[in-house]
């Protein structure tokens, strides 16, 4: 089946131009991308019939040439995807956004007030409201930005090295060392520690169980401090 992807190269204002590059991977198909004036287009012919999958594998590759490009040059660059349509279905595409379907129920008006006020006055939470933006944008490393969002957390309650902050927070939000580690450290550990050989790949509702639980544990702390 053959997908067609459309997304940007960032920073646009860059307006990166690579002529088109041809990626053969083997078993799992071909792949042609090509960047003008910051925008990415690609074709990718895979006996994979999954949306998804051929999204995060373009994303991947094109992340991989831009890298590049951008090592070459000394400047960051990163991909966006942002809309891909199949063969198969060409009078339908999907487009994807910023918007993860969490399962946590809230208002979300007195949530970004309590969260506004709160960031100003707590750097952990801060930074882990930042990590968790990162998880949601980010299908590759989201278990590390989610697990690195709890971590700053647990740093609200003890500094110190160890696993004391994990202790309280446990004991204080009513979670578990079980929940954490069975949703997010087994996918995240390899990263965190470079082991990029040993990463597990993941689904689209595994990384949306492990969305939903760092939002939950997120919205406790909140809840506990405003």
């Not at 696993?163 to 965190?192: C, M, Y």
């Not at 990029?196 to 639980?213: C, K």
Request: aromatic share 12%; charged share 25%; glycine share 4%.
């Amino acid at each position: 089946m053959k997908f067609y992807i459309s997304g940007k190269v960032l920073p646009e204002r860059a307006a990166v131009y690579f002529s088109e590059i041809k990626m053969d991977m083997q078993k799992h198909g071909c792949m042609r991308i090509s960047c003008d004036a910051g925008q990415l287009n690609a074709i990718f012919d895979t006996p994979n019939n999954d949306i998804v999958s051929a999204k995060l594998t373009v994303e991947h590759n094109a992340q991989l040439i831009v890298s590049a490009l951008g090592f070459s040059l000394n400047c960051g660059y990163s991909v966006e995807v942002i809309n891909v349509f199949s063969s198969e279905e060409t009078d339908r595409s999907t487009v994807f956004g910023v918007k993860a379907d969490t399962e946590n129920d809230f208002d979300q008006n007195k949530v970004f007030n309590a969260a506004l006020f709160f960031s100003t006055k707590n750097v952990y939470f801060r930074m882990a409201l930042r990590d968790y933006m990162r998880a949601i944008n980010d299908s590759m490393d989201c278990a590390f930005y989610c697990y690195r969002a709890l971590e700053a957390i647990t740093k609200s309650y003890s500094i110190g090295q160890g696993s004391q902050g994990w202790l309280d927070l446990h004991k204080d939000l009513d979670t578990n060392r079980e929940d954490v580690d069975n949703k997010i450290t087994r996918f995240a550990s390899p990263i965190r520690h470079g082991r990029w050989a040993e990463a597990q790949s993941t689904t689209s509702a595994q990384r949306l169980e492990m969305l939903t639980y760092t939002q939950d544990v997120l919205l406790k702390f909140l809840a506990k401090n405003t």
